[in-house]
């Protein structure tokens, strides 16, 4: 044992464990393509082994933000992974890609082996859910720069598209439809004013408010982990010509579809063509936020968009219905710049 590591803070034991802990959520996100094994100094991918003539690799990196208060809060840590799965790999989807593998890196003041065994099971389980593997990560044990019971958490992802399948919203047109797939709740996006709306209003994240209509403790109802398109929404691609994908993160509407628009078109979203769940109402209500502006925040219980020709929507929707994803036709493309509310 290294003494005067572990007399400056650091546990080398408790690192040791941490990789014995977390060898089987690995293995369990294995998909072809991967060589080598956990405990290399990288993480290897052979791109030879998949069936693409001229791939295009997209890349994406994020967190999970400051959602990880209400994990410490309600010391929940097993859901935490999904959302930073699904931040990265529903961004690099938005180009159409398939994610082929993830890296994680979690950081903490000392090295709780359980808790970091929870959060690598939530990544693994984001891993599995989008059919990419977990090929690397880091565990950083730094003592003074988190404080005690917390921890951070980044991950990155690469994928996969076919050039000519690349989807960089150049054929996104004027009467274009877009239809909105549903998401899970706030997802990943938003929580500082959450936490403050939270906190403003003395709300007790231990207890049951009828308003968010379900039997969870509102903690457990802002931990719902946000929700991963990856295989519905290449199943569409593979059978309809998608125009563009918008993925619904910090922003909400107005600044998250627009970037798959040309100069000179705006989108005309119409409220009511889908549900907006009650917790996005609830922070409405505390937060006394004004209701045009909560499109500018939170996704509202839209997750994702995809611009296609009307004539295809129906086929769409039908896909991902059958995924047990509800989708609807949510607005238009117009010739009028602007995120436009009807």
């Known amino acids: 044992m290294a003494v005067d590591y572990e007399k400056a803070g650091v546990s080398l034991e408790a690192g040791y464990d941490v990789v014995r802990r977390i060898k089987k959520h690995v293995a369990s996100t294995a998909r072809p393509g991967v060589m080598g094994?956990?405990?290399?100094?990288?993480?290897?991918f052979d791109l030879s082994s998949l069936n693409y003539r001229e791939p295009v690799l997209v890349s994406g990196t994020d967190g999970v933000g400051t959602k990880l208060k209400i994990a410490f809060a309600m010391d929940k840590h097993d859901t935490i992974g999904i959302d930073a799965v699904a931040m990265c790999v529903n961004d690099v989807l938005a180009q159409g890609a398939e994610p082929l593998f993830f890296l994680d890196y979690v950081?903490?003041?000392?090295?709780?082996?359980?808790?970091?065994?929870?959060?690598?099971?939530?990544?693994?389980?984001?891993?599995?859910?989008?059919?990419?593997?977990?090929?690397?990560?880091?565990?950083?044990e730094m003592p003074g720069m988190?404080?005690?019971?917390?921890?951070?958490?980044?991950g990155y992802t690469t994928g996969v598209v076919e050039k000519s399948k690349l989807i960089d919203g150049s054929k996104v047109a004027v009467g274009d439809v877009l239809v909105g797939i549903a998401s899970t709740g706030v997802h990943s996006n938003g929580f500082s004013l959450v936490?403050?709306?939270f906190s403003d209003n003395a709300l007790d994240l231990y207890k049951v408010y009828p308003e968010l209509e379900t039997d969870q403790p509102l903690g457990l109802v802002a931990l719902t982990p946000t929700r991963i398109y990856v295989r519905q929404v290449l199943d569409v691609i593979r059978n309809v010509d998608v125009h563009g994908v918008a993925h619904i993160t910090g922003g909400g509407f107005d600044e998250n579809i627009p970037r798959i628009l040309h100069d000179g078109q705006g989108i005309e979203v119409r409220e009511g063509s889908w549900e907006i769940l009650p917790i996005f109402r609830f922070l409405e209500k505390y937060g006394k936020i004004p209701h045009r502006e909560m499109f500018n925040i939170f996704n509202m219980g839209v997750g994702m968009v995809l611009a296609l020709d009307p004539s295809d929507a129906e086929k769409?929707?039908?896909i991902l219905a059958s995924h047990g994803d509800r989708a609807t036709v949510i607005g238009r493309v117009t010739d009028r710049p602007g995120v436009e509310m009807v």
Do not use: H
């Open 316 to 318: 769409a929707i039908g």
């Open 37 to 44: 094994n956990i405990g290399a100094f990288g993480g290897m």
């Open 107 to 140: 950081a903490q003041g000392k090295t709780r082996p359980e808790v970091v065994e929870a959060i690598v099971a939530g990544i693994a389980e984001g891993c599995r859910q989008s059919g990419c593997a977990l090929v690397g990560g880091e565990t950083a």
């Open 195 to 197: 936490r403050k709306i």
């Open 146 to 154: 988190y404080a005690d019971g917390e921890y951070d958490i980044a």
